[in-house]
């Protein structure tokens, strides 16, 4: 049976359309439609070959069989009648390119936001108590911060020295964060 007739067998006929490849036949694709997209070269390779210019699949009577008929390798080579350990003929095809969908992002959810604002509001704290002051120290002395801007950045301290021997600085400006960052 040739890859034209495989696909026929499925309700897709194709109308000769040249004789390029030994002879290159025309007509619906099994995967997107229209009226000539599709086209295929009974007589390419051991198995044929097709490739749609709409949706860009190709291959051959195997990869058919595998992606259409959603088949595995080993019973498509049973449907053509070849032996499963025949030296591969699946060089050359390919199943399309999988769509790349970009990802959608989102703001957390609420209930996030509002144990991280008060995270925040918790950092800020810290900050300007007694256990703060080294931090304030550093802010200041050592990155020339003003008050105003440590505030206007809602700087802040999570004092976890007693867990990790750790602080981290929250940053937060106008209600949008701006930094998260781990002092040793
Ligand atoms: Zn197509």
Redesign the pocket.
Known sequence: MTIRELIQQDSFPSQKAGSTGGGEYAGP??????ED??RVWPSQGEFGKYW??????SGDAIQYIRDHRRMTYQEACHQLGREVNLPSTLSGSRPAKPQREPRVTAAPGDLWQAKARKLVDEAVYHLWTPTGYPMLDFFSQRRGLIDATIRGFSLGLIPLNRVKKTSVIIAMRGGEWVGLLQTG
């Open positions: 694709s099994p995967w997107c439609g229209g997209r599709f749609c210019r709409g949706c860009g699949r």
